[in-house]
């Protein structure tokens, strides 16, 4: 499985572009970053885009996106989450106020399609997708919330989106065959604890107290993403302190081979 690092930042800001992996050319995980990161051929090459929540941070590429490709394809590209999340994307972000609504704009090159077209998931049921068999799964965070676990048929990963301690994220990952990586949030300093918990993140000191509990394998690597910009130095120095030699800090740009 071949996974490209678009954005991996807990904001946006030069040099630090929000979450969006783009998984075999074809299938994105989340869409905080995009447009800003890919040609406009290889936007048209998108099939399927998995979104985790509604918050923008996680969204808003979608948006340039559909812009863009309007006149490349010829099938609509699929935006996917659990009903809760595709409602929300419906109702106050491509609602013909915010945003035209795409999914009822044609595609230039087929009439007959439109551009976007939403396709729910189910809540921890294995579903295909793009050739891959995906799983969503529930997160801790102020609004619903999914991770998403992917698997290839060789390897899988599992990617927590936003999320603070979770019991279900490692149970899930100890369940998971061929488990190759786990990408999960740390955004803040331990000092931020309470900001953590209200706005459903971990912290370093968090995330070790949930592995510990756990007792997660440290033969998983463990890829940590979402830092907020203003905090990384002190996120990745409390990090490397926890002493755990597969957790690592997931690199922006770079394209990760599982």
């Known amino acids: 499985m071949k996974i490209k690092v678009l954005g991996c930042s807990g904001s946006e800001a030069i040099g630090h572009n929000p979450p969006g992996f783009l998984v075999n050319d074809v299938l994105m995980l989340d869409a905080g970053t995009i447009t800003a990161a890919l040609s406009i051929e290889a936007q048209s090459k998108i099939t399927d885009v998995l979104i ?3 918050h923008l941070d996680h969204i808003k590429s979608v948006l340039f996106l559909a812009d863009n490709i309007i006149g490349r394809i010829k099938r609509p590209v699929n935006i996917r989450s659990i009903p809760k999340v ?7 972000l491509m609602n013909n106020i915010i945003w035209p609504d795409f999914t009822k704009i044609p595609t230039v090159k087929n009439p007959k399609n439109p551009v976007l077209a939403y396709a729910p998931m189910p809540l921890g049921k294995t579903v295909s997708i793009a050739g891959l068999k995906v799983k969503a799964i529930p997160m801790n965070h102020p609004v619903p ?3 998403f676990l992917v698997d290839d048929g060789t390897s899988s990963i599992l990617y927590s ?5 979770n019991e279900g994220l490692w149970k899930e990952a100890k369940k998971a065959k061929n488990l190759k ?3 999960v949030d740390t955004s803040f300093p331990n000092s931020l604890d309470g900001i ?3 706005s459903g993140h971990f912290t370093p000191a968090q995330l070790h107290d949930d592995l510990t509990k ?4 440290n033969s998983v690597p463990i890829y940590v993403y979402h830092i907020k910009p203003v905090y990384k130095n002190k996120v990745i120095s409390e990090l490397r302190a926890l002493g755990r030699k597969n ?3 997931l690199k922006e740009g770079k394209t990760y081979r599982f």
């Open 52 to 54: 985790s929540h509604t």
């Open 86 to 92: 595709i409602d929300a994307i419906r109702k106050h």
């Open 145 to 147: 919330a999914v991770g």
């Open 161 to 165: 989106a936003d999320t603070g301690p």
């Open 181 to 183: 990586a786990i990408i």
């Open 196 to 198: 953590a918990d209200v």
């Open 214 to 217: 756990a007792r997660v394998e």
């Open 247 to 249: 957790v690592k800090i």
